[in-house]
Nanobody, 117 residues
Framework: QVQLVESGGGLVQAGGSLRLSCSAS????????LAWYRQAPGNQRELVAR???????TYADSVKGRFTISTDNAKNTGYLQMDSLKPEDTAVYYC???????????WGQGTQVTVSS
């Protein structure tokens, strides 16, 4: 079993920065991908960024050049650095890991990010 806990959300003005953290209960980012999703009220959950075990990253077009995803295997923690934030980035952000070997994925409880204009 794997537990993921997000932190780092909050209220920030447009143009500001936040860094989200995803702390895992065990060492899994060496065997599983890390992804960040977000869900705004009335919208479907959408993929924001993903990093696979090999370090390859993908980003939603709406965040390219502004957000950076990374992992620190020594700390069992993943990150989402968010710069140049916009009001449309306001959402609950969830971290997710998918472990191919186990054919399982796990979700955190979410952290609220609110960007004021």
């Amino acid at each position: 079993q794997v537990q993921l806990v997000e932190s780092g959300g909050g209220l920030v003005q447009a143009g500001g920065s936040l860094r989200l953290s995803c702390s895992a209960s065990r060492s899994i980012f060496s065997i599983g991908s890390l992804a960040w999703y977000r869900q705004a009220p009335g919208n479907q959950r959408e993929l924001v960024a993903r990093i696979n075990v090999g370090g390859t990253t993908t980003y939603a077009d709406s965040v390219k050049g502004r957000f950076t995803i990374s992992t620190d295997n020594a700390k069992n923690t993943g990150y989402l650095q968010m710069d140049s934030l916009k009001p449309e980035d306001t959402a609950v952000y969830y971290c997710n890991t998918f472990i191919v070997l186990w054919a399982r994925d796990y979700w955190g409880q979410g952290t609220q990010v609110t960007v004021s204009s």
